[in-house]
């Protein structure tokens, strides 16, 4: 039986560039094309062929070799050609490598549970989000406290649900940490000392630090301390200082706690001086573009994943223990944190250094 199904595959994929044209004019188009062939690795569980910088060519061959597979084994999977693809957009709060890996699994059940391929997109930098969800590149993303209401506020984004950890909790908090052996205790004792942030889009890792200092008189990061570095993601400032590449950092407390638990030299290593009240973790948020349908039905899967054994494993690897509904009043100590930093979110536009 196999012989036989790859004896067609080959068959086909040698005639696969005769019919490239026909088959691009039926799917609207390469464009559409790839995103109907990646929504079929999708339901078809192929999630990591969704990823692949496919050309016309190998759409077109690739294609065609998994729907000679899907139809002759004991699986089926079914096009729709109206399927939207949405790519969801990540922020580096870690590594793109793990922070990829916590949410692959639940764009692949997305895809198969939704009239949509969902697609993951990383984002380089924390402003990136801003600029493709107004051109639309970006549909969704899982975004942090400021950037959700960021959007919120400037794009009209809309919260849908957002994990519950396994502490129980679906907030954190900033924290501003120093090495033990710096010998600073106070903002005084910060002055010329280099200072490590993450991004200007971020509550912990800049709205949190800076709101802070300016509570203790410092206005001016640039002319307090002798380096300001925005090092890109929480846990590079944790490395940074740890390092001792920078005197002060800042972050949130859950990947401070994650680093914790990978390397004992970071509670060792690091004093704690000052932390944030406690604002929304990482949500899901959809554009307004989006049918209202589609995001609801999004809504009430997120919220039932911890009801299946399929979606117990995904929460897992996100790990968490489920969703819970998020509202846009729950940005409120956001908006808060951001007016005592000097920042009005509505108009807030940046370049970070």
Known sequence: MMTTILVWAAFLLFIAALVGRAISIVGGGVADYKHATRFLFARIGFQTLETLPLTRFKVHHVAIAVLVLTVAGPWSATTRSDSPAIKIGLIPERNIFDQVARYEALAGYLSREVNASFQLTMLSRYGNIVERIASNEVLAAFLGSFTGALTSAQLGMEPIARPVNR?????????????????????????????????????????????????????????????????????????????????????????????????????????????????????????????????????????????????????????????????????????????????????????NK
Do not use: C
């Not at 993450?198 to 509570?215: H, M």
């Not at 959809?286 to 009801?307: F, H, I, W």
């Not at 808060?336 to 930093?341: G, N, R, V």
């Open 167 to 351: 502490d129980g909790t679906s907030t954190y908090f900033g924290r501003i940490f120093v090495r033990k052996d710096s010998g600073i205790k106070t903002v005084a004792d910060m002055q010329g000392k280099r200072l490590a942030l993450v991004e200007k889009a971020t509550t912990a890792g800049y709205v949190f630090p800076r709101a802070y200092l300016r509570n203790h008189g410092v206005e001016d990061l640039e002319t307090f301390f002798s380096e300001v570095r925005f090092w890109g993601s929480h846990d590079a400032t944790v490395s940074a200082v740890l390092n001792g590449d920078a005197d002060i950092g800042a972050a949130k407390n859950t990947v401070m706690d994650w680093r914790m638990q990978a390397d004992p030299r970071v509670e060792e290593g690091l004093r704690i001086l000052a932390v944030s009240p406690r604002v929304p973790s990482n949500g899901l948020f959809m554009s307004t573009v989006l049918d209202p349908g589609l995001k609801e039905q999004v809504r009430q899967l997120l919220l039932d994943l911890d009801n299946t054994v399929e979606g117990r494993a995904i929460l897992k690897k996100m790990e968490a223990l489920r969703f819970e509904v998020t509202r846009q009043a729950d940005y409120g100590p956001v908006f808060d944190l951001a007016t005592k930093a000097g920042i009005d979110i509505e108009s807030y536009s940046y370049v």
